[in-house]
Each structure stands twice: as structure tokens, then as C-alpha cells.
């Protein structure tokens, strides 16, 4: 089951008519058959395309909206029983006895859930911003639009072709924009770990935004056999977590750290097959045979098509946009006809990412990426884009 869904929210009259907003979100690859479901509100539109699994269904009563977008769980809970709309209407039922707090700590899961009501939206966004969610603004600073999907955000705010050069040169040199910018000035992302308010009061939209979680070092830190202990447990939780309320859990498997961990951690009467893509007869391939073997977990080698990562590019760039193409290498995105009848594919792709890569010194990129001559190409843009985004400020950042 792919956690792979979007939603836009606009603010008046003006911007994408709702046919045209489901028809850009059904048109992708891999998405034409998702369901796509509108609303209308006094202040505007919303358009949401679920995700493709039970459970997940919008919930509309007694004039509040609610829907989410990834796999978001509420820990402890198995919602597929209350229903299509089980998650959708477990929210409401916690958000409507006020503690949004407890709502918050409760959420689990890559996810961005949004509440509307006849005067607001209100969102919900992940602890770490695996699933980003974008507001655009008009060349006259007006907020317009809200949603996770980037190129649709960008288009009814009218910056479909304002490219920030700044960011795009990042996307080509690290694979990374530095938050909250993205590839279009006027449109930034949403903080992750907070609640995000978007209130019509006498005509005027009023926006304001709220940490409910933030990484922060403890008084003491643990031992090392406590911490083992801690993050064993921790994993073992979250395995339970992700593959509750499905009975076929696939793991993507390269035979590395990452992924061996992630199959570990899923409850072993779940676990169905780990997949394999492959390129051709490799290390990597005889690894991840290796560990299925010694798991006693059925593998499956997938083929890539020679010609995959000519076409990945563009294919890749309907679906998500271009602030998350660089995912797409490790077949993050991929959809593909030969994946096995599964509920669900859990994957440590990122892993390496948010451990290691997102957190490397500058200088240790300009290292790594020396060793493909881009070492002081890479300089030279951090110049320009210091300039850009912080005028003067060049000569306490790097020295001339």
C-alpha cells in the first residue's frame, strides 16, 4: 500500500477551479485511479486524494472536515475498526475534547492531517517533515494556498514559474533546500513538529503556528546498555506501529544496516517477502538474498528496466515535485506492476539520509563532492546564495 497521497487548500475565489486541481493530482503516474474528493467553505476550496489503503477515508460531520495524508496512527489504536474513515474520525473525536496536545504526542508516522471548519484549517504536521506541507503567497503577499503537493501549491499561487535560483541550484548540488524555502520564491514549507492555524476572523486571514515537539537533549544522558535497551524497544514499537491494522508487510531489503534493522522490526507473522530492485547481478543483490535466507523471509528480486533512471527524472517530477526528486534515487517513489499482492511496503530509505547525509558540515560535503570535481563550483554558489538570502552577511560565513 503506498502511504502516497495530496491534498490543496485555497483561500477564495481566485486561483485552480476544482476540476482542474483533481485532474492535476489524478493525472499522475501511478495515481490515476486514487479517489479525489472536494469541499466547499465560505473562505474557499479543499481538494484531497487519498491515501490508498482502508482506514483512510475523509470525515465530514457536524460541519468539521478532517483527512490526513501519509500513514499517520494514533498510537495504541487500531482505527481500520471504526471504519473507512476510522483514523479521520478518531481525530475529530480527540480533537473535539479539546487537549490538542494529547492529539499531538499521540501521532505517529510519516503524515500531515488537516482539519477544516466553516471560519479555519487547522494542520497537523510530522515530527520531522517527512511528508512536507507547502503555503504559497501571491506576488501581492496574499496567502492563497496550502497542500503537500509543491508544483500544485505553486500553480494557485501563481508562482508556477517563479523559480528561487537559490534553491535550485542546491537541488542540483546537494539535493537539499535549506528550510523553509523551496523552488519558488513566494512558497515556503510548513515547520515540521507543529499545529499550523489558518483562522478567517471578520474577512481576514489570520495564520499562526505552534511547536508541540522539538528534538532536546536530556538532563542525563543514559548508559550505553541503557540506550540499547531504549532503542531496541523503540524500533520493535514502531514495527508494531506501522504494520497495525495490515496482515502482508513487505521490506525493501539491500542487505545494508538500514534496511536489515527495518526487517527485523516487523512482527514476523506480518512480514510477507522483502523486495530487491535491482540493476543487474551484484554485491548488493547477493546481500539482500543472503539476509531474506538467514531471516527464513521469502525474496523477491525486481527488476529496473535499463533505460529506468533516463526516465526517472521527469517521472518522478510529476508525482512529487521537484523539493523531493532527489528521494527518488534509492526507488523511494517507485510504483511498479511486478510488486508483490501486499498491504504494505516499509522501507529505510532516508535512513542514511537523516542519520549521516542532512547533518554533514559543509566542509565535509565540499570533501565528498570534490571527488567529482564540484568542490569549488560548490564554494561559489554558497557565496551566491549567502548573498541572496542574507545580504552582508558574507564575510561571517566564509572567508574571502
Request: aromatic share 8%; with cysteine.
Amino acid at each position: 500500500m503506498s502511504t502516497l497521497a495530496d491534498f490543496i487548500i485555497q483561500f477564495g475565489k481566485t486561483g485552480l477551479s476544482v476540476e482542474a486541481a483533481g485532474a492535476c493530482l489524478r493525472e499522475r503516474s501511478g495515481m490515476e485511479h486514487r479517489t479525489v474528493d472536494s469541499w466547499q467553505f465560505p473562505w474557499g476550496t479543499v481538494v484531497h486524494q487519498r491515501p490508498n489503503g482502508y482506514g483512510y477515508g475523509a470525515y465530514h460531520c457536524d460541519a468539521m472536515l478532517c483527512f490526513a495524508v501519509g500513514r499517520p496512527r494514533l498510537v495504541g489504536l487500531r482505527h481500520e475498526d471504526l471504519g473507512d474513515a476510522g483514523f479521520a474520525r478518531a481525530a475529530v473525536n480527540a480533537l473535539r475534547k479539546g487537549n490538542t496536545a494529547e492529539l499531538c504526542r499521540s501521532l505517529t508516522g510519516i503524515f500531515a492531517v488537516v482539519f477544516g471548519t466553516e471560519d479555519s484549517i487547522f494542520i497537523i504536521t510530522d515530527r520531522l517533515g517527512a511528508y512536507p506541507v507547502y503555503v504559497g503567497q501571491s506576488a501581492g503577499d496574499i496567502t492563497c494556498a496550502v497542500g503537500s503537493y509543491p508544483e500544485l501549491v505553486a500553480a494557485a499561487a501563481g508562482r508556477q514559474s517563479d523559480y528561487d535560483l537559490v534553491s535550485l541550484g542546491e537541488v542540483l548540488l546537494s539535493g537539499e533546500i535549506t528550510f523553509p524555502f523551496t523552488t519558488r520564491r513566494g512558497m515556503c514549507e510548513l515547520a515540521p513538529g507543529s499545529t499550523h492555524d489558518f483562522r478567517f476572523v471578520e474577512g481576514s486571514l489570520a495564520r499562526s503556528s505552534e511547536l508541540y515537539w522539538e528534538p532536546r537533549e536530556p538532563a542525563r544522558w543514559p548508559s550505553l546498555n541503557e540506550s540499547r535497551a531504549k532503542l531496541r524497544q523503540g524500533l520493535l514499537n514502531a514495527g508494531a506501529d506501522v504494520s497495525r491494522g495490515v496482515n502482508r508487510v513487505a521490506v525493501t531489503l539491500s542487505g545494508g544496516s538500514d534496511s536489515r534493522t527495518v526487517l527485523s522490526c516487523i512482527p514476523r507473522e506480518k512480514l510477507a517477502c522483502a523486495i530487491t530492485f535491482a540493476d543487474w547481478e551484484n554485491a548488493e543483490l547477493t546481500a539482500a538474498r543472503k539476509v531474506a535466507h538467514a531471516a527464513s523471509v521469502p525474496h523477491v528480486a525486481i527488476w529496473r528496466h535499463p533505460d529506468f533512471y533516463a526516465h526517472l527524472p521527469m517521472r518522478e517530477l510529476s508525482l512529487r515535485g521537484i523539493e523531493q526528486l532527489p528521494l527518488s534515487g534509492h526507488g523511494y517513489l517507485v510504483h511498479d506492476s511486478n510488486i508483490p499482492d501486499v498491504d504494505l511496503i516499509v522501507s529505510g530509505a532516508g535512513s542514511d539520509s537523516i542519520l549521516k547525509a542532512c547533518w554533514l558540515p559543509f566542509s565535509t560535503k565540499q570533501l565528498v563532492l570534490s571527488r567529482f570535481g564540484f568542490r569549488q563550483l560548490v564554494v561559489q554558489w554558497h557565496r551566491y546564495a549567502v548573498q541572496q538570502r542574507c545580504p552582508g552577511a558574507i564575510h561571517r560565513v566564509l572567508k574571502p
